[in-house]
């Protein structure tokens, strides 16, 4: 019984890895799109969207440091707006006010929760999403007006919640406030820290109770 036990729960941390590396329902939509492209003979924007979406996937299943410079998640998360404005049916413009992109961040953090952001928000091509991003007093603030789908409006939620649990370790926790306009604030660290992370806070979301890791400073 323990056997059996212990292999359902590697089955579902093998799952929950899956889709926070994959992001498999944005994979799944983008590909669908691209191939409609390619059914209405549009080619050129076929081709646009697969090199795009390769970029993407790219910087997705690449194995990353514990922590990475905000500079790599925006450059990522500008990739992710232009294929959510052409290859989806989310409408998404985002405004950027970074003074200090060398703070340091989770790797997908930006990524996963802006995709869980345009696709719980509703949006058109005549009123897009637009969404503040911007870095202050060691945090990152994704901020937005409050309007919610009635079919996919948790999604938002559950993923703030998985990413949360990620963040639990270093001290300082993920939040998030709506008071009709939603904000979303990230805690971030600085480059003069090593941060110590094991290997199944990465892959293992939500599984945090063996957790040993510590934050060393370098040794002068």
Do not use: C
Request: hydrophobic share 40%; aromatic share 10%.
């Amino acid at each position: 019984m323990e056997n059996e036990t212990h292999k359902t729960e590697i089955l579902d941390n093998q799952i929950m890895h899956f889709h926070h590396v994959l992001h498999p329902a944005f994979l799944l939509s983008g590909l669908e799109s691209i191939l409609l492209r390619l059914h209405e003979k549009q080619f050129e924007k076929a081709d646009d969207g697969i090199l795009l979406l390769a970029e993407i996937y790219r910087y997705l299943l690449k194995q990353h440091d514990e922590l990475i410079p905000l500079e790599e998640e925006i450059q990522v998360i500008k990739k992710i707006e232009s294929f959510l404005l052409h290859y989806s049916p989310y409408y998404v413009k985002i405004e950027f006010s970074v003074s200090d992109q060398s703070s340091l961040v989770v790797p997908r953090t930006l990524v996963r929760l802006l995709e869980s952001v345009a696709s719980s928000q509703l949006s058109s091509k005549h009123a897009p999403l637009v969404i503040l991003l911007e870095e202050t007093d060691g945090q990152v603030v994704l901020s937005f007006p409050s309007n919610f789908s009635l079919i996919n409006g948790e999604k938002l939620y559950k993923m703030l919640e998985e990413v949360r649990l990620q963040y639990s370790w270093l001290g300082r926790e993920l939040r998030w406030e709506d008071t009709g306009y939603f904000k979303i604030f990230i805690p971030t660290a600085k480059s003069d820290s090593i941060i110590t992370i094991p290997e199944q806070i990465n892959q293992q979301v939500g599984e945090t109770e063996n957790y040993t890791g510590h934050i060393k400073k370098p040794i002068k």
